[in-house]
């Protein structure tokens, strides 16, 4: 079923404008009678159009449920900023399994190393890949795709989570089984680039509270890991 997303929701009537309403009647060619899902702030709303004009889709919900997709713990991920396009990978993989923040940050080793203001020129192009992400793996929200954070900034704002871990391929790190992440509902999780974290960034995070997290003895690419360690955080809390 179509599945398109509005900042909020009405039990009586929802009108779809814009890009979205021209693509449910010409490019779906969407009739009166037909169902299509509406997300607003993790509700899920099956609706049935009602009406439809060259400019708006008027829609009447028939049922309203929190979306099933959405994990019960909010995982904020710190990406440290990758070489070349692999954030655009790491984004979408990050909102299909459940994410519901990326936030890229600039820390020692990072190669790529873009100002502030250039990376907000590619935030439109990632927000959209988010969106995409979004609405193909059912998700109930759309994930936010932060602007660029400066290792300290990065910090400060994990220690707000309830939890907060970071990989670790070095030796301290625990298995996240180890981890305690019983009744945390927001979870902080920093991934490194390909040069990993420097160890006076390390100590830093250990001294703000992070626990250190080891995914094994293999190496895997800054791409990869996030995958690898999303999927691990939702299986610990049932989420997978």
Request: charged content about 25%; aromatic content about 6%; proline content about 5%.
């Amino acid at each position: 079923m179509p599945r398109f997303f509005v900042e909020s929701g009405d039990p009586e009537e929802i009108v779809i404008t814009g890009e979205d309403a021209r693509h449910i009647g010409r490019s779906l060619r969407m009739r009166v009678g037909e169902e299509l899902t509406i997300c607003a702030q993790g509700m899920d709303y099956q609706c049935k159009i009602v009406r439809i004009t060259d400019t708006d889709v008027y829609l009447h919900p028939e049922t309203i449920t929190p979306c099933a997709a959405e994990p019960t713990v909010n995982v904020t991920l710190y990406q440290a900023v990758p070489k070349q396009d692999k954030f655009a990978e790491i984004v979408q993989k990050a909102v299909e399994l459940g994410a519901v923040r990326i936030v890229p940050v600039l820390t020692a080793r990072c190669v790529a190393r873009p100002t502030k203001a250039e990376f907000e020129k590619k935030r439109d192009r990632l927000q959209k890949i988010a969106l995409s992400a979004a609405k193909q793996s059912g998700r109930g929200i759309i994930p936010e795709v932060s602007g660029l954070l400066t290792w300290k900034e990065a910090l400060t704002e994990m220690q707000q989570q309830d939890i907060a871990v970071m990989l670790y391929e070095e030796q301290g790190g625990v298995r996240f089984g180890e981890v305690p992440l019983a009744e945390k509902r927001n979870v902080g999780l920093f991934i490194g680039s390909e040069g990993g974290i420097s160890e006076e960034e390390a100590a830093q995070a250990v001294d703000a509270g992070l626990h250190r997290v080891w995914l094994g003895k293999r190496i895997l690419r800054c791409e990869t890991a996030p995958t690898a360690a999303i999927s691990v955080l939702m299986y610990l809390t049932g989420n997978l």
